[in-house]
C-alpha cells in the first residue's frame, strides 16, 4: 500500500539529471515558435526543452507525488493536441495501405517522443468534472451494487452488447460470452474495488501508478492511465494515492521558475508543494 511522502532516494541530483535528459534528448521542433511567450522560452530552457518521456525516463521516482484523490476533480485525458488527429489520419493509413499499421505505429511513436514536459497555454487541454465522465458514473453505480454487479448499469450495457451478438470490449480484454463478462467483473472490476475498499490503493511498481497534470495555477488534473484505480480511490476514500506528473502548464512553470531557485531545482520543489496542497 502507498504510505505517502517522497519516494526512497528523491534527492536524486535532479538538477544533473535534467541536464543529462536534455543531452539525451533533442530539442522539441517548433515548440518556441507554437509558445506564445518568448521570454518564457528563455527562462525555462532547461525543462521546456525536454520531450515529455525523456524526463520521465531519466526521472521517473521524483515525478511521483502522494496525493488525496478526493480533492482532483478535473479530467484532461491524454493532453497532447494532435493526438486525435494523428489517429484519425493514421487510422484511415490503416485500412487503405498494406503498411497502414507499420506507418501508424511510427507515427504514433513520433507523437509520443515529440511530447514536451512544458505545455504551453494555449495547448493545455480543457478540463473535464471527474464526476461528469461516464466512466466514473459508471464506477459509482457499481461500487453501489457491488453485492450484485449484474444490476449496475455498467454490467447490463456490456450483457446487452453480448446479447444482440456484439463483442463487449475493455481495452484489450474481449468478452463475447457471459462468462467471460462474468470472470471480467469477478476477477478484475471486484477484486479492485474491493482491494481499494479493505486495503486502500495498492501497487507493485511504477508501472500501476497513473498520470497526472498540473494546471496554471498548480491544480491537479488526473490524465490518461490507472484511471480506473484513481477513480475507485477517489469513489472510495482511499489515501493518499501515488501519481506522476507527466507535464505541467507553461503559465505554472513560469511563474514558479521566477519565484525558484536556479537549474531545474524549482521544478522539484514546486512539485514538493502541489504534493503539500493535495493532502
Not at 212 to 224: L, P
Request: charged share 20%; hydrophobic share 40%; proline share 4%.
Amino acid at each position: 500500500m502507498w504510505r505517502g511522502g517522497p519516494a526512497d532516494g528523491a534527492n536524486l541530483q535532479w538538477a544533473h539529471d535534467c541536464a543529462a535528459a536534455s543531452r539525451a534528448a533533442p530539442a522539441v521542433r517548433g515548440l518556441r515558435a507554437t509558445c506564445r511567450c518568448s521570454a518564457l522560452s528563455q527562462q525555462l530552457a532547461s525543462v521546456v526543452m525536454l520531450r515529455r518521456h525523456a524526463i520521465l525516463r531519466h526521472h521517473p521516482v521524483a515525478l511521483t507525488i502522494s496525493v488525496d484523490p478526493r480533492h482532483i476533480d478535473g479530467y484532461v485525458g491524454k493532453n497532447i493536441p494532435v493526438w486525435q488527429l494523428a489517429e484519425s489520419l493514421t487510422g484511415q493509413l490503416a485500412r487503405l495501405l498494406p503498411s497502414g499499421n507499420l506507418m501508424r505505429t511510427g507515427v504514433q511513436w513520433l507523437i509520443q517522443e515529440s511530447i514536451p514536459f512544458v505545455i504551453p497555454g494555449h495547448l493545455y487541454a480543457r478540463p473535464t468534472a471527474v464526476a461528469e465522465l461516464p466512466k466514473y458514473r459508471a464506477l459509482v453505480d457499481l461500487v453501489e451494487n457491488r453485492t450484485d454487479y449484474t444490476a449496475s448499469q455498467w454490467y447490463r450495457s456490456m450483457c446487452a452488447t453480448i446479447e444482440r451478438g456484439g463483442t463487449a470490449c475493455h481495452k484489450r480484454r474481449t468478452m463475447q460470452t457471459v462468462e467471460e463478462l462474468n470472470a471480467f467483473f469477478e476477477d478484475y472490476l471486484l477484486v479492485l474495488i474491493n482491494t481499494m475498499a479493505e486495503s486502500g490503493y495498492a501497487f507493485s511498481s511504477l508501472d500501476d501508478v497513473g498520470y497526472v497534470t498540473i494546471g496554471a495555477e498548480g491544480e491537479i488534473h488526473k490524465a490518461n492511465a490507472g484511471e480506473h484505480r484513481f477513480m475507485a480511490a477517489k469513489i472510495l476514500g482511499a489515501r493518499p494515492i501515488p501519481v506522476r506528473v507527466t507535464g505541467v502548464h507553461a503559465a505554472w512553470a513560469q511563474a514558479h521558475r521566477r519565484s525558484g531557485i536556479g537549474g531545474s531545482s524549482w521544478l522539484w520543489r514546486a512539485l514538493r508543494e502541489v504534493e503539500q496542497a493535495y493532502q
